[in-house]
Structure formats: C-alpha cells, structure tokens
C-alpha cells in the first residue's frame, strides 16, 4: 500500500445500542402551574403514543454518536472523489458565506414582489449568465435537478411540436447515454430508439440518418458524451435532426469540459439542461437540493415554465400571464439557496476564471489517463475531456473486475470512481477529478491506482476481498437498498 490516508478511526455503536432507560438529554425547569394531562388539552389524536425501544441518552451521547458517525463519510472536504459524470468539484467557502447572508437565507417565498427585488435581481441575472455560457436564448431555474430539467425540456419539445402542428412520438438517445435520458423520454409519453456509437465513442452518423425520420420529436445527447469524448459532428447531428423538422436536446450535465470555451446554443442545441450542483460548485450528494436549469433557443421561449422574471418599469415581477406555458414545474422558485451559491461561484471567478476552470478540468483528467494508460486499458483513443474511461480488460485476467478495483480503493483512502458506467464500456472505471484538485493529490491517485494495477498480478484474491481496512467488509448492495434495516431490532426477511 503506498500511503495510508485513513480518515476513519473510530468504532461506533447504534445510537439504540447506548440507550438506558430514563436518561433524557435536556432539562426543564420545575413546574410552576398545575400540570396538565396532553391528552385532555389537545385531544387524543394530537398525542403520540410511546415509542417501543426508542433511545434514551444523554445529550453528551447525542453529540458524540453523531459526531463520531460523521467522521465516517468520505467527503470532498476530505480528498478527491473523482466518481466520473458526477463532477464532484470542492465547493468554495464564499458560495456558503453568500448564501448565509440575512436577506437572502430569512427570505420567504411568500415575501411580496415589492420586498423581494434583490431577490429577483438575483435570479434575473443568473438566468442572463447562464443563457450566455449556454449560448441560448432564455433560461429558467425552477427545476431541481439535472432529470427534473430533462422532463421540463421534453415537456416544451412537445408543447412546441404540438403548437407547430406535428406531434411526433420518438426520442433518439445515442447508447452511451445516462440513464435519467431513456427514463425521462418515458416519463414524458416518448418511445425512445438507440443510436450505436461508432468505434470511436461518437454518435454513428449514418445510423442517425437512418433513425432521424419524421416520428422523431428530439435526440437527447451528452457533449462531451459519457464516454468522455467531445461529439466532434454535434453540428452535422443537429443539421441532420432539423432537417426532419426534430430538436437537438442537449444534457448539459457536462458542461464542466465547455464552459468558456464552447456553448451548446452555438452547436445547434434548442434546448439544454445545466446541473448546478455539479459545473457550479454547489453542494452535491446524498440526496441534497440540486438545480437543473433548463435554457432555450427563442423558438421554444413562450413554452418555458411560469412564472417567468419579466422587467418592468417599477422593478422585477413574477409573470403568470403566459397562456403557452407548460405550466408550473415545481413549487415556489426552485431551489434558491443553490442558485445563490452558483451566482456567487459565477461572479468570484469572471469569465476568464470560469474558462481557467475548464481548461483545469480537462487537464487534470488528461492527466490521470496519461499516468494510467500503461496500467489499464483505454477502450477509446479519442482526447479525453474533463473525464477519462478505462476497462478492467487486463485485470478481468486476473478475475478482478472494476468493482473489486473500486473497492480497493477505499483501502488506499480514495472514494471510488463510477463503476461499470457507461454500459458500452465492458467494465468501465470512469475517472473525472476536476479541475479542484491540485497535481499532488492527482500523483497520489495516480500512485494508488497503480499500486492497485500491480497488487491486482501479485495477489488478486486481496483485491477481490477489498476493502479490508473498514469497519464492514462487502455488503450485499442490492438488499441494504430493497430492505435496509433502519432499526436494531429489524432484521430482513
Ligand atoms: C448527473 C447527470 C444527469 C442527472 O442529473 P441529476 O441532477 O442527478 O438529476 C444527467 N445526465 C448526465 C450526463 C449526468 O452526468
């Protein structure tokens, strides 16, 4: 093992383990009125009746438990966590700071227009930077992730075929794709056709040709693509789907590789989602707020979700009055905090921070494929982007598989790469480190990626049975999420 990088020291029991019977974690002061019996003030129905087993401990206990647990996580603060398409950038103290300040996070949603102009300001002119790095036209903020975004692109793709008098019944998405693209297309009422790619990880023209007749409402597609490789023909896709009358959707999930350097709408995009919480550096993970905002050319502006920030003389306000839209797409104004803490990445770097970003993004990755090309096998020759794909080709040989890499991994104090993703890579490892990672904690990567590589010849039974320096060994993932036993006392069928 090159260098022990543990960040997790401590055992811990269950919360219900440290439970004794009458200890309580507060203190009240005595009575001075007569008691009352809960159930005769308020009703039998408002009272909760005793949880059987609930824990009883102290509030040094509460503390320490949970403290302890959080020591657990492996988190960006803590190192590298280079899961490919999730581009897992360390997220700037100053987006937290601005975020925090008192008008912002005592807003209320139901704060009038007149009180709310600053807020307003503020997604006005997020909405105008994003529209620019996107090269479209009009951008709204309200969907709350990357798939929410998707949905609200494909809603307007059909308001507007409807509008133009052809309903169409398709959605093209390349094999490569992500997964929230097919689902999407479903959830919308789409079927959905696969594009191969061709040897080279890209879009096969020819067969998009074929596939691009007049039933085809839109292609979604990924640029760079989750194989990390630019879509070099992305203007001849477009051509070849406006011709047939259909839209070019983009998912910007990728736009770590783009920004400042080349805009969707320039490459003949109509409508495209941005993920917030990945290129914008806010928080990302665990199932916390996103934001998917979804940008659009002029053509598909009136379909956009309400209510729209419109400017007016007397300041900005909220336009309901848009007879074409598809209506609303979420409560409320999205999730604003995550806006504020992208507007602020935004603004803290200017354009030519945001471009030094990419170019950072692009060569940290080529990097990490240039230090591991002689160890692990390169299914594509392309340039890489912001993230590079390798297979387990040379450790199947061995009867080592992606995910015994991965898992090995966490013993070298790394969190894993994506594994197995995309699907037509046959074992992939896909690597994105992103442009927050300085050289040293990338050779480290590097090295420990290697070590692996050579621990994979001389002992693949250890790598099989990693990791071996945590708490549990391998759990059977797919029953922790079918039935995951939130109780001591559960056990599963
Ligand atoms: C992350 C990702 C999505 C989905 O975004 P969410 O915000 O997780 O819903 C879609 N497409 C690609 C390529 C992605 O990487």
């Known amino acids: 093992m090159t260098r022990v990088r543990q960040h997790q020291t401590q055992d811990e029991l269950l ?12 203190q009240l002061p005595a009575l001075d009125v007569p008691a009352a019996d809960p159930v005769e003030v308020l009703g039998k129905e408002r009272v909760r009746e ?11 206990e509460v503390v320490r438990h949970f403290t302890r647990l959080s020591t657990w996580n492996y988190a960006i603060d803590l190192g590298l966590y280079p899961l490919g398409s999730c581009t897992m950038k360390y997220n700037p103290r100053l987006n937290e700071a601005v975020a925090r300040i008192e008008g912002i996070v005592d807003a209320h949603p139901y704060q009038p227009e007149s009180m709310a102009q600053g807020l307003l300001r503020i997604q006005r002119t997020l909405e105008t930077y994003l529209a620019d790095i996107a090269g479209m036209d009009a951008v709204t903020l309200q969907p709350a992730a990357g798939a929410h975004g998707e949905l609200t692109g494909l809603l307007m793709i059909r308001s507007y075929l409807e509008s133009q008098g052809s309903p169409r019944r398709v ?39 074929l596939a691009a007749d007049d039933s085809v409402a839109a292609l979604m597609v990924t640029n760079p693509n989750t194989v990390g490789i630019f879509e070099r023909d992305i203007a001849a896709v477009a051509d070849i789907l406006h011709r047939q009358g259909a839209l070019l959707y983009v998912d910007g999930a990728n736009m770590n590789a783009l920004v400042g350097i ?15 919480h990945k290129t914008f550096s806010t928080p990302h993970g665990g199932g916390g707020p996103g934001a998917g905002p979804v940008a659009v050319k002029a053509h598909l502006e009136s379909f956009l979700p309400v209510p729209r920030i419109r400017e007016e003389a007397g300041g900005l306000r909220y336009d309901w009055d848009r007879p074409k839209s598809i209506g609303r797409v979420r409560a409320f104004y999205g999730n604003f905090g995550v806006l504020v803490r992208a507007l602020a990445y935004i603004l803290a770097h200017g354009g030519d921070g945001l471009r030094n970003a990419t170019v950072d993004a692009v060569l940290n990755a080529s990097y990490i494929r240039r230090g591991l090309e002689d160890d692990y096998d390169l299914p594509y020759n392309a340039p890489s982007m912001h993230e590079c794909i390798f297979s387990d080709a040379r450790q199947a040989k061995y009867g080592v598989k992606t995910g015994d890499i991965a898992k090995r991994l966490i013993d070298h104090g790394f969190h894993p790469y994506t594994v197995s993703f995309p699907l037509i890579v046959r074992g992939a490892l896909m690597i994105e480190p992103t442009e927050t990672e300085s ?14 590589a050579r621990e994979v010849e001389a002992d693949p039974r250890l790598v099989r049975s990693a990791p071996v320096t945590t708490r549990t060994n391998r759990v059977d993932e797919t029953l922790a999420a079918r039935k995951p036993v939130l109780t001591w006392r559960g056990t599963p069928e």
Request: net charge negative.
């Open 15 to 26: 919360v219900f383990e440290r439970s004794s019977p009458g200890k309580v974690g507060y």
């Open 50 to 60: 005793s949880i059987d087993g609930f824990p009883e401990v102290s509030e040094v």
């Open 171 to 209: 959605v093209l998405i390349p094999d490569s794709a992500h997964g929230t693209n097919p689902a999407t297309a479903a959830i919308a009422g789409y079927e959905t056709r696969e594009i191969p790619s061709n040897r080279e990880g890209m879009i096969d023209l020819a067969a998009l040709r």
């Open 262 to 276: 080349a805009r969707p709408g320039d490459f003949g995009a109509d409508v495209m989602h941005l993920n917030l």
């Open 439 to 452: 050289k040293q904690e990338l050779d480290e990567f590097i090295e420990a990626m290697r070590a692996i």
